[in-house]
């Protein structure tokens, strides 16, 4: 996972990058409370950095040099493929997990 932290003129932390268990650029802020997830949580939500710059530009614009590390470090876009297989993993971790928490019984 690549993740890449600015602050906007506000001073108010971002972080941005690609996550690629779910097949999908992020882009995060860090509140007082909490770091809450603004795009890019959903499976192959975000597929490209022009993608996640057209989500953000009502709130916060990437900053040239963070734009430059995604584009140069994350795949240029993802894939229906890629996006597929993301669900399928997560679907594969979810079976296991709800196996594993109620003893190997079946639900």
Request: proline share 4%; hydrophobic share 35%; no cysteine.
């Amino acid at each position: 996972m690549s993740r890449y932290v600015f602050a906007d003129e506000r001073g108010q932390s971002w972080t941005v990058g690609f996550d690629p268990s779910v097949a999908s650029y992020f882009a995060q802020v860090d509140s007082a409370e909490d770091i809450v997830t603004i795009v890019g949580d959903g499976y192959g939500e975000i597929r490209s950095v022009d993608d996640l710059k057209r989500q953000l530009e009502q709130q916060v614009e990437l900053p040239a040099p963070i734009e430059e590390k995604l584009r140069a470090r994350g795949p240029q876009s993802v894939s229906d493929l890629e996006a597929a297989r993301a669900r399928s993993r997560v679907r594969g971790m979810e079976q296991h997990i709800t196996h594993t928490a109620h003893g190997g019984m079946s639900l």
